[in-house]
């Protein structure tokens, strides 16, 4: 593996996941891998489960980790080609990158969308800039569009939860995406990232349903169903993976916030006793119930704890693949 930006840069996603269940069940087999060898995780927008997990699993392979925020620790970095920096940018990425290139091994880089401009969050720049100048691996701890890492999470937290409690008759699991409510519009990334992941696996009947003009953009979402109706949806899903997004079309709104989509014990009685994910953090009683949250069939603090050895997995494979 030579960087980790989509699931496109996973050849075996079954391998990934039994590989970071391995790291679960014996963190310090691999400690001595990452020895001498330094991560720079650069943050342009905050973080808690992200920044500490990825902390956690670089240091369980011997990794010496070095946390930057760029806004408040750092000069305010130019992203576009042949900018006239008369403005209030001071350092170009393209100067900037390649020192990091030289000061790491791997390079971690979480941005956000500005969900204004639908062509400029759609085109990576910032994720794409660190990725053409910096020289070394780059791993994606979210960026405009995609969340790898939490997609790898969630496909590891199925995998893991179908083991302990499999489905009748070797049946594929339902798995719902669910939109929720929220009290602002959110990116499409993490959306976006599990219909990506789930449609690559291969290995569920995936829904996404949400309400009308909330599609997510195709490029992800080919080979899901779509429903409008999530009663009808919900009907026995397995998983519900539940999250807010604002919409793709007309970008960055927010139409209908309707709290009947709100998933609450009433709903869940339409699965088969379906399991609930959410990424977190979660708004209670506005994306998801207490009852939910707080619920036997809450899955969200085992799919948090799973971000470490997701990240472990990936920087293990980054390690491990020969320098060009």
């Known amino acids: 593996m030579k960087q980790f930006i989509s699931v496109h840069d996973v050849p075996d996603i079954n391998a990934l996941v039994k590989k970071a269940l391995d790291y679960k069940s014996d963190p310090f087999t691999d400690k001595m891998l990452g020895t001498n060898r330094r991560i720079g995780c650069l943050f342009l927008n905050p973080s808690m489960r992200t920044r500490l997990s990825t902390q956690i699993a670089a240091q369980n392979l011997g990794m010496e980790s070095i946390i930057f925020n760029v806004g408040q620790e750092g000069w305010a970095l130019e992203f576009e080609e042949e900018a006239i920096m008369s403005g209030s940018t001071v350092e170009h990425v393209k100067d900037a990158a390649p020192i990091m290139g030289k000061y790491f091994d791997i390079l971690a880089i979480r941005t956000f969308p500005s969900l204004k401009n639908r062509e400029d969050d759609y085109s990576e720049l910032y994720i794409n800039q660190f990725i053409k100048y910096a020289g070394i691996p780059v791993v994606s701890l979210e960026s405009a569009t995609l969340h790898p890492l939490q997609s790898l999470t969630d496909v590891i937290t199925i995998q893991e939860s179908l083991q302990a409690s499999p489905l009748k008759n070797g049946t594929k699991p339902k798995i719902v995406l669910s939109w929720a409510p929220h009290v602002k519009p959110l990116p499409q990334c993490v959306a976006n990232s599990f219909s990506q992941w789930i449609t690559a696996w291969g290995e569920a009947d995936f829904v996404i349903t949400h309400p009308e003009d909330y599609e997510l953009n195709t490029e992800f979402t080919k080979g899901a169903t779509i429903m409008y109706n999530q009663n009808k949806a919900l009907s026995g899903a397995d998983f519900v993976y539940v999250k807010n997004w604002s919409t793709y079309n007309d970008y960055g709104k927010i139409y209908c ?29 506005v994306e998801l119930s207490d009852e939910i949250l707080d619920g036997a069939n809450s899955l969200v603090t085992q799919e948090a704890s799973n971000r470490v050895w997701a990240a472990q997995a990936v920087l293990s494979e980054i390690l491990n693949s020969p320098t060009p």
Do not use: G, I
């Open 257 to 285: 916030n309707d709290p009947e989509w709100m998933l609450t014990n009433e709903k869940l009685a339409l699965t088969n006793n379906a399991r609930v994910m959410h990424c977190l953090p979660v708004r209670r009683n």
